[in-house]
């Protein structure tokens, strides 16, 4: 995800549902990649993740959701 779309991405994520934005990382030195780390009740994050790849749409690489 490029600079510009995880930043929009992470807002779509935030209004969506309700999550915690762990870390917001806007990368350097790997093409302009970045990514989102969210926390909440697993539901919660599976929407919010759900919300941020459709805003991200085809600048998304991948999505994972790990539950704890």
């Known amino acids: 995800?490029?600079?510009?779309?995880?930043?929009?991405?992470?807002?779509?994520?935030?209004?969506?549902?309700?999550?915690t934005l762990l870390t917001l990382h806007l990368a350097r030195r790997i093409g302009g990649k970045g990514y989102a780390v969210l926390v909440g009740e697993v539901a919660d994050v599976e929407a919010a993740v759900?919300?941020?790849a459709d805003a991200a749409n085809k600048d998304l690489y991948e999505r994972v959701v790990i539950p704890n």
């Open 1 to 19: 995800v490029t600079a510009a779309s995880i930043v929009e991405a992470a807002d779509a994520a935030l209004k969506a549902a309700p999550v």
């Open 50 to 52: 759900d919300a941020a």
